[in-house]
């Protein structure tokens, strides 16, 4: 996959740039086959990376468990996709051919101005894993793994 692909799915993810392009991968199946929870309305609106290139990223509900995600021209398909106590997405580029999966860890600031995603590594866990449930183990056995997420990427809420 080349970095510009791999930064457009990392930004959709909350659905980014610069160093997590480089450790983004692809999967051929969302890391939960539903979502684990629904929409999370603190999510919803338009954020601005705090990186040089201020990538501009608009989140919009599509039903009460999947975001669609507007980047750079390109739409995604996000849902929760929560393990072993991880606050996860499953984000698909349904822009491409392959319509693949990234995964992505979250996290909000308390105030809700501060979104912060790191990607899961495909050093760490194969893309070449097609079955959930061990997609699934694979990511459990490695959450203590100090390598498993590419660096942080953070956004902040757009002002209106």
Known sequence: ???????????????VVGAMA??????????TTTATRAVDPRLLGDWVSTDADAMP???????????IVVCDGDLYRVHHSDLADTPFLSVQDIDSDGRKYAFLAWALSKDGTVLTLRV?????????IRDVAALQQAVRDHLRDP????TNVVFRRAKA
Do not use: N
């Not at 480089?22 to 890391?31: G, I, M, S, V």
């Not at 990223?57 to 975001?67: A, G, I």
């Not at 390598?147 to 590419?150: A, P, V, Y």
């Open 147 to 150: 390598g498993l997420f590419g």
């Open 57 to 67: 990223m608009k989140v919009r509900r599509l039903d009460d468990s999947t975001y």
């Open 22 to 31: 480089a450790a983004a991968c692809e999967f051929e199946t969302p890391l």
């Open 120 to 128: 899961l590594r495909s050093e760490v866990v194969p893309s070449t």
């Open 1 to 15: 996959m080349t970095t510009t692909r791999a930064s457009r799915i990392v930004l959709a993810c909350l659905v």
